[in-house]
């Protein structure tokens, strides 16, 4: 028996709210699924490596549209409020919950560099002192 569990991949959070763009009729536009693209709300090429694909879409007019930024969205990629519901607030906090992991991993790794750094440093200060004083007694 196999108890194999799939679960769907979560894409990143650029933005909890949506994206306002002026887009025009005859064009294709191609909206970011994965959350990774430097160019939101548009795909590219990020996604690449990973199961998320851009999706394609056209408008009929030329007007301001709100593309989806928490990627969450039923109707993307369109925003259709998703972002304030728990569903998207729930992943909103799960974002800031790992970005403040992320920054206390970051600190944590920095504060025992300069640890390191400051004992190297006086073991190395220590060492040119003993050199100094012991080297003119031998010669
Ligand atoms: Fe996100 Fe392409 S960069 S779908
Ligand atoms: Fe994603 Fe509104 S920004 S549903």
Request: charged share 25%; net charge positive.
């Amino acid at each position: 028996m196999s108890t194999t569990t799939e679960t769907a991949p979560v894409p990143d959070l650029p933005r909890a709210a949506p994206y306002p763009v002026d887009l025009e009729p005859g064009k294709d536009y191609y909206w970011c699924s994965c959350g990774k693209s430097q160019n939101q709300p548009f795909c590219d090429g990020s996604h690449k490596g990973s199961s998320f694909k851009p999706v394609k879409f056209t408008v009929d007019e030329a007007k301001k549209y709100f593309l989806c930024g928490c990627k969450l969205a039923e109707s993307a990629p369109f925003c259709d409020g998703t972002h304030r519901k728990e569903k998207g607030l729930k992943r909103y906090n799960e974002f800031l919950l790992k970005a403040n992991q992320d920054l206390k991993e970051k600190y944590d790794r920095e504060a025992k560099l300069r640890k390191l750094m400051t004992a190297s440093t006086v073991v190395a200060v220590v060492a040119i002192a003993v050199y100094h004083i012991v080297v003119p007694y031998h010669k």
